[in-house]
């Protein structure tokens, strides 16, 4: 079953207001994208409470999935809403994207929450730092380094759009 339309449009709408996460490829942009599509799967929950939106994982000992919105009901289906999610530069589906059962898979439900009214006061979280714990090698500086300046870039875009 091809993504609904009324989903299409809300995935693209998200994007739209809170483009996925851009950065070296590697474990902290897979967290990145994972929580965008939480995120999202939260704003699906939110808009659409009745149809049972959310996240999955493909077994229990796994991470949540980086690139698919779920939905919970008489049989389970998921939708890849990021393209290039494993890369650093992930993209939002230009078209709706045909569903995958997900019989087996593990369901997460989500509370549902209105990010696109959030995204008016502010698009992008507070700016990572780095934990104290955190090894600095300059892998994982860089990353850093990286997730600011894309936090910045999302924070001047709201500006301007306030501006205009």
């Known amino acids: 079953m091809r ?11 998200f994007g739209a207001a ?5 950065g070296l490829a590697g474990e902290a942009h897979d967290e990145r994208c994972r929580a965008w599509t939480r995120q999202l799967a939260e704003q699906a929950m939110f808009t659409f409470p009745a149809l049972g939106y959310g996240c999955k ?5 796994r991470p949540l999935s980086k690139d698919v919105i779920a939905q919970y009901g008489a049989q389970s289906r998921g939708w890849d809403v990021l393209s290039g999610a494993g890369t650093g530069a992930p993209a939002v589906h230009g078209a709706p994207s045909e569903g995958v059962d997900l019989t087996g898979q593990g369901f997460v439900a989500v509370t549902g929450h209105d990010w696109l009214s959030d995204a008016g006061a502010s698009a992008s979280p507070a700016p990572p730092s780095p934990s104290p714990s955190t090894s600095c090698d300059e892998c994982s500086l860089l990353q850093t380094m990286v997730a ?12 301007k759009g306030q501006l205009a």
């Open 57 to 61: 994982r493909a077994s229990a000992d």
């Open 18 to 22: 809170y483009p996925p996460p851009f």
């Open 3 to 13: 993504m609904p339309d009324e989903l299409f449009a809300l995935v693209q709408a």
């Open 148 to 159: 600011v300046l894309v936090w910045l870039r999302d924070d001047l875009s709201i500006i």
